[in-house]
C-alpha cells in the first residue's frame, strides 16, 4: 500500500514537472508572436508603409508557395491563411519557414542517408524471382528499390504480433539474448514498467560489453522524459542522442519527427512496427480504453535494412563518420534461418520529394483486385488518397477502414470524422474500434501482400515525419494480418452515413474548417 502511495505521489511530480515544461514552452512561442505583432503594430505613423511592406511580401510569398512542388493540398493551408491575414502572413510564414538552420539540416541528413547506399543491395535473382511469382508484386518492390533503396529479401523469418502486449515478452527476450549490440529507435519513451524493464536489461547488457545505442525524438518526449536525459543514460554507459533537440522557436524543422520505432538486435533479429516504449502501448494503463497496436519480429537477413535505417539517423545525430560493415548479420546467426515468403523493409524521409509511404499505399491500393483493409489511428487524407479509396469502391471492390472508437486527440479525431463521409458515400466500409484506441497502422491488398509499420494515414505521417515499415509477400504473417483484422472487426462498430451527415450546422462548418487546415496540424 505503501509503494503504491509512493508510486503515485512520484507519478504527480513527474507531471507537474511535465505540464511546466509545456507551459513554459508555449509561453516562449507566444512570445515570439507577440514580439513580431508588436514591431508591425508598433510603428505608429510608418504603420502604412510597414502594412503594404508586409502585404507585398505575403503576395509574393503566395505565389513562392504556389510554384513549389508541393501536395496541393498543403499549398492551400498555407495560402488561404496569409491571403486572409496579409499583414501577418507572409511575415509569419517567412518567420517559421525561411529559417536557414532548416537547409543545414536537411542537407546533414540527405548526407547521411546517401553515405548508406552502397551498403544496401539488390539481388538481381530475387527481382527476377518475385517477378515470376506476381508482376503487380514485383513492380511494387520495384518501386520501393528504386526510390526508396530498400532492396528485397528472402531468408528472412517474420513473427506478426496483433498487440503491443504480444511483442512485450519476445522483445525482452530477445534483448536479453543480446551478444553484440543492440540499437533502438523510438518516437516516445515514457517512464513506467515498460521502459523500466528495457533499460534494467539495457544496464546489464552495457556490463557485459554489449554495444548500446539509443536515439529518441526529443518532441516526442518533451512530455514524458526528464530534460537532458541522453545525459542520465551515457552515465549508465548507453550510448544515447535525442533527435531534432526541440527548441522553441519558431520553425518548420520541428514538424520533421523521427516517428519510427525501431529495434535491431546482433544484426539478425529486428522488431518494428506502431508501438513505442511506454505503458499505454501494452495495456498497463488504458488512458482511451484498450489500445490496438501492431508489429512485426524479423529473423534473417531482412533486418540488414533496419540496421542500415538506424544507423543513418545515427550518423546524423552523433555527427560521426560510420562503418556499417561490423553490424552486419553474421553468416552462422543465419544458418538455421528459413524462407518465409519475400519481405522489403523500407524508410520514409520527408526531406527529399518523394512520398514514399504513400505511394507505397497507393500502389496496393490501385493493383488491388478484390479487397483493400486499412487500419489506422487517424484518417486525414489528400485528395490523392481520398481518390484512390473512393474508386475502388465504386469499382466494386471490398474497401474496409478501422479507426478507433475512443480518441487520443480530440481536434484530430473530429478531423478523422469529417474525412469519413466522401469515402462512406463511394461505398468504403468504416468500422470504430468500440474497446478503445487503435493505433496500429497498416494495409493488407487482396489477402496476399500487406505493410506493417509506423506510417498513419495522415499528412503528418505521409509528408512530415521520418517513417518505416514492413512490405510483406508470401509470408505467414500475411495471413496472421488478415485474421488479425477479421478479428478485430468483429469488436468495431460499423459507421454509417446518416450519422456522418446528420450533425449541427456549426458542427459541420468547424470540420470544414479543420479539413482546409488539416495539412498544417
Known amino acids: 500500500?505503501?509503494?503504491?502511495?509512493?508510486?503515485?505521489?512520484?507519478?504527480?511530480?513527474?507531471?507537474?514537472?511535465?505540464?511546466?515544461?509545456?507551459?513554459?514552452?508555449?509561453?516562449?512561442?507566444l512570445l515570439q508572436i507577440a514580439f513580431l505583432l508588436f514591431l508591425i503594430l508598433g510603428l505608429g505613423e510608418y504603420y502604412v508603409y510597414a502594412e503594404t511592406f508586409c502585404t507585398i511580401v505575403s503576395l509574393i510569398v503566395v505565389i513562392y508557395i504556389i510554384n513549389r512542388p508541393d501536395n496541393p493540398a498543403y499549398k492551400l493551408a498555407w495560402v488561404v491563411p496569409i491571403l486572409l491575414f496579409p499583414i501577418f502572413g507572409g511575415i509569419f510564414y517567412l518567420a517559421i519557414a525561411g529559417n536557414r538552420s532548416s537547409q543545414s539540416f536537411v542537407r546533414k541528413i540527405e548526407q547521411s542517408i546517401k553515405k548508406s547506399y552502397p551498403y544496401l543491395?539488390?539481388?538481381?535473382?530475387?527481382?527476377?524471382?518475385?517477378?515470376?511469382?506476381?508482376?503487380?508484386?514485383?513492380?511494387?518492390?520495384?518501386?520501393?528499390?528504386?526510390?526508396?533503396?530498400?532492396?528485397v529479401f528472402q531468408n528472412t523469418e517474420v513473427t506478426y504480433h496483433p498487440e503491443g502486449e504480444a511483442a512485450f515478452p519476445p522483445l525482452l527476450e530477445e534483448l536479453k539474448k543480446a551478444k553484440h549490440f543492440i540499437f533502438m529507435e523510438y518516437f516516445i519513451i515514457k517512464e513506467g514498467y515498460f521502459w523500466d524493464c528495457v533499460l534494467e536489461i539495457l544496464e546489464e547488457k552495457v556490463k557485459e560489453g554489449v554495444e548500446v545505442r539509443l536515439?529518441?525524438?526529443?518532441?516526442?518526449?518533451?512530455?514524458?522524459?526528464?530534460?537532458?536525459?541522453e545525459k542520465q543514460l551515457r552515465a549508465k554507459g548507453i550510448q544515447c542522442y535525442s533527435f531534432n533537440r526541440f527548441f522553441p522557436i519558431l520553425t518548420l524543422r520541428l514538424n520533421n519527427r523521427d516517428h519510427r520505432k525501431i529495434t535491431v538486435i546482433d544484426g539478425h533479429t529486428g522488431f518494428t512496427g506502431g508501438w513505442n516504449l511506454a505503458d499505454e502501448y501494452i495495456n498497463r494503463i488504458s488512458p482511451f480504453g484498450h489500445w490496438k497496436d501492431t508489429g512485426v519480429m524479423l529473423k534473417g537477413e531482412g533486418v540488414w535494412s533496419l540496421t542500415v535505417m538506424f544507423l543513418q539517423i545515427w550518423s546524423y545525430v552523433s555527427g560521426q563518420e560510420e562503418d556499417f560493415s561490423p553490424y552486419a548479420p553474421k553468416?552462422?546467426?543465419l544458418?538455421?534461418?528459413?524462407?518465409?515468403?519475400?519481405?522489403?523493409?523500407?524508410?520514409?524521409?520527408?526531406?527529399d520529394q518523394e512520398i514514399l509511404g504513400e505511394n507505397i499505399y497507393l500502389n496496393m491500393i490501385h493493383q488491388a483486385k478484390k479487397s483493400i483493409y486499412i487500419i489506422t489511428p487517424y484518417l486525414i487524407l489528400d485528395n490523392e488518397?481520398?481518390?484512390?479509396?473512393?474508386?475502388?469502391a465504386k469499382n466494386g471492390l471490398d474497401v474496409r477502414i478501422i479507426i478507433p472508437g475512443i480518441p487520443d486527440k480530440r481536434v484530430v479525431y473530429t478531423l478523422t470524422q469529417a474525412?469519413?463521409?466522401?469515402?462512406?458515400?463511394?461505398?468504403?466500409?468504416?468500422?470504430?474500434?468500440?474497446?478503445?484506441?487503435?493505433?496500429?497502422?497498416?494495409?493488407?491488398?487482396?489477402e496476399e501482400i500487406a505493410v506493417v509499420g509506423t506510417v498513419n494515414f495522415d499528412y503528418r505521417s505521409l509528408y512530415l515525419h521520418f517513417e518505416c515499415g514492413v512490405w510483406l509477400y508470401q509470408c505467414k504473417a500475411v495471413k496472421q494480418v488478415q485474421t488479425d483484422f477479421e478479428d478485430t472487426l468483429k469488436l468495431c462498430r460499423e459507421m454509417t452515413l446518416e450519422e456522418v451527415q446528420n450533425i449541427p450546422h456549426p458542427k459541420k462548418l468547424w470540420r470544414a474548417l479543420l479539413k482546409m487546415l488539416a495539412p498544417l496540424m
Request: aromatic share 8%; hydrophobic share 35%.
Open 331 to 333: 553468416p552462422e546467426d
Open 419 to 446: 474525412n469519413c463521409g466522401p469515402l462512406l458515400e463511394s461505398g468504403v466500409r468504416i468500422f470504430q474500434y468500440s474497446p478503445g484506441f487503435t493505433h496500429a497502422k497498416g494495409l493488407l491488398a487482396d
Open 121 to 151: 543491395k539488390q539481388k538481381p535473382e530475387l527481382v527476377e524471382k518475385l517477378e515470376q511469382e506476381s508482376r503487380h508484386a514485383a513492380i511494387q518492390s520495384n518501386y520501393i528499390w528504386a526510390y526508396g533503396k530498400g532492396p
Open 215 to 229: 536515439i529518441f525524438d526529443d518532441l516526442g518526449c518533451v512530455t514524458t522524459l526528464p530534460s537532458n536525459y
Open 385 to 392: 488518397m481520398t481518390t484512390a479509396l473512393t474508386l475502388a
Open 1 to 29: 500500500m505503501a509503494a503504491q502511495k509512493q508510486e503515485k505521489t512520484q507519478k504527480k511530480k513527474k507531471d507537474r514537472l511535465f505540464l511546466s515544461k509545456v507551459i513554459i514552452v508555449g509561453l516562449l512561442l
Open 335 to 351: 544458418a538455421e534461418i528459413k524462407d518465409d515468403g519475400f519481405i522489403q523493409p523500407f524508410s520514409d524521409s520527408p526531406l
